[in-house]
C-alpha cells in the first residue's frame, strides 16, 4: 500500500492490516479550513484546486459537492489516478501547471510538512498560492463548498446533529464495511463485515420507504456520501470486494435513490466507471495479482422507474 515515513516514500509500510483484519488509518496531517478560506475562495480562480480521485468515494463526495455549489469555474480539479506508484500519481492534462514536478499526490503532503508520517489520501484541497494542503478531510472540504456556495444547503441547521449522526452511520456500517469485507484475510471478519454492509443498506432501505432522500425531499451530506459508496457498489463491491449477497439493483428504493441523484444536473459526468473499475481491480495486488478487470454490470443508470413517484 505504502505511506510516508519522515518525509520519505515507502511503498512496504502499511498499517491499515491488523492480525489479517483491515482497519482504515486515518491521516494526521493538521489543517483546517479558516475563515480566510470560505471568504476568498468563491473569487480567486486559479488558487484553489481539488486533488481528486474518480475512482474514491471519499473524492467522488467532494467533487460532486463542488458541482453543486456552481464553484467548478473557481475551484480547478486536478484527476490523480491510474497506476498506484508511490501511491496516487496525477493524471496528465491537469490544471496544476504550476507544480509541474508533482508527480504523486504524496508530494503535496511534504510540500505542506516536510516530515510528515501518514498516508496521503485523496481528496485535498490544495493553495496553489502558498503550495500547502489546506485540508484532506473530504467533510471539512464538502462542508466549505457548502458554506461558500448560496445553492446548497448540505447540512440544515434544523437537522442539528442528525446529518453527521447518519453520515457517521454510513461511514462504519457501508462506507468502510465493504472495504473491511474485501480487504479480509480472515472468514469471521470478513462475515461480520458482510453481515454489517447488508444490515445497514436494510435499515437505509426502510429509511428511504416514502420519502426522496435521508432526510425527506432535500440532499443533505449523508445522501451524498451515500450515494458516493452506493454508485460503486455493483461495478466493484459485490463483485470484487465479495459483498455478493445482494446487488444494489435488488434494494428497490436504494436503487431508485442512487438513480436519482444519478440524473441530477452534472452528477452522470462525475461518475467514471472505468476509472473506478480500474482503480480498485488494478491497484489491488493482493487479491487480483493478475490485474484482471471485472466488466461493467449492464445497469440502466438512465431508467426512470420510479422517479416520477
Known sequence: MGMLIDGNWDDAADRSMVSGKYRRELSALPTSIDANFLRDAG???GRFFLVASASCPWSHGAVIALVLAGL?????????GGARREGYGLLQGGLLSNRSDFEHVHQFYTSTVADYTGRSTVPILWDAADSRIISNSSADIMSAFDGISQRIDLRPTALGNEVDDLTHYIFDGLSNAVYRAGKSQRQDEYDEAV???????????????GQTFLFGGDLTMADIRLFATLVRFDTVYATHFRCTRKRLVDYPLLWRFT?????MPGIRQTVDFDEI?????????????????????EINWESQEGLSE
Open 43 to 45: 473569487n480567486a480562480k
Open 72 to 80: 467548478k469555474d473557481t475551484i480547478g480539479i486536478q484527476w490523480a
Open 195 to 209: 453481515d454489517t454492509v447488508f444490515g445497514t443498506l436494510d435499515t437505509l432501505e426502510d429509511r428511504l420507504e
Open 259 to 263: 438513480r436519482r441523484i444519478f440524473q
Open 277 to 297: 473499475r480500474y482503480g480498485y481491480y488494478v491497484n489491488d495486488g493482493d487479491h487480483n495479482p493478475n490485474g484482471i478487470i471485472g466488466q461493467q454490470p
